[in-house]
């Protein structure tokens, strides 16, 4: 009877695998299957997985949607300086929090959890009269400072977490032996702790690349990140053109699957970040 049991759950936990991993994985293979099949194709029924490829939608992005490309490189702007900005804040921040104790770094933990819930949206309409003050609006600039400024708390979090697993007992003696605070943290504690950093990153890059309301609210025209472009195809006037719209989502996905991919254990440490902590 318990080998019948262990039968049955073995089975339910590989169907719920499997049903995960379709739920992921069909949309985005149905996504890049239909960016290669011609127009009448794409939505025929019953769904053919048989077709002759073409690379026709692809040609028409190139040549109807020159602004998408312009799109792709502000998004790695954007994307590459929030990356940046936010894993030296988070670093210098976590390493406040992880060798310093008191009663308002204490508390201040619950404020920055507490600013991660906030909907954006509660933040960029108040945001946009105070970005437009300031000359800001529709710049690579006011993008860095508002994704950095949104995910720097879980950075924080997740740095401390990483930082917490430095022997302070290395501080120490560095600081025995004439070494600054800075110094320490330079030296000994930031590459050590370098895998937490790779994932704060990695965390960023993927929130960065893909966030879509700050830019609609912030940028018009020089500095629109590829979603954004995306979303102007969807209302384009003369119809939605399925095809280049699923050929220019393939684009958009691959730069940041692939990143991800390489990346992946360490995306891991930061999901399981203080787990295994005694």
């Not at 509660?122 to 949104?150: A, K, M, R, S, W």
């Not at 025209?221 to 699923?246: C, Q």
């Amino acid at each position: 009877m318990r080998a019948d049991h262990r039968l049955l759950v073995k089975a339910g936990k590989a169907v719920a695998v499997a049903a995960v991993v379709a739920w992921s994985i069909v949309p985005i293979a149905f996504i890049v299957l239909s960016s290669f099949k011609p127009g009448r194709d794409i939505f025929a029924v019953p769904p053919k997985l048989l077709f002759e490829p073409t690379l026709l939608h692809y040609q028409h992005l190139w040549q109807r949607w020159g602004s998408f490309f312009d799109g792709l490189v502000n998004s790695l702007i954007v994307t590459a300086g929030s990356a940046v900005l936010a894993v030296a804040v988070s670093a210098l921040a976590g390493y406040a929090y992880s060798r310093h104790r008191g009663r308002f770094l204490a508390g201040s933990v619950y404020l920055l959890i507490g600013v991660r819930l906030i909907p954006p949206i509660v933040v960029t309409l108040p945001l946009f009269p105070i970005v437009n003050l300031l000359g800001l609006n529709d710049t690579h600039l006011v993008l860095i400072l508002l994704y950095t400024t949104f995910f720097v708390s879980l950075g924080t979090i997740l740095m401390r977490t990483f930082i917490d697993q430095v022997p302070r007992e290395l501080d120490e003696a560095a600081i025995i032996d004439g070494a600054s605070r800075l110094t320490v943290l330079r030296r000994i504690v930031l590459p050590l702790a370098a895998p937490g950093m790779l994932a704060v990153a990695v965390f960023v890059v993927v929130f960065a690349w893909n966030e879509f309301l700050f830019a609609f609210i912030f940028t018009a025209t020089r500095a629109k990140t590829a979603p954004f472009v995306l979303s102007e195809m969807i209302s384009s006037v003369d119809g939605v053109d399925w095809g280049v719209l699923f050929a220019a989502a393939s684009i958009q996905l691959l730069p940041v699957l692939l990143f991800v991919i390489a990346m992946n254990r360490f995306l891991v440490a930061g999901l399981t970040a203080g787990a295994t902590k005694g």
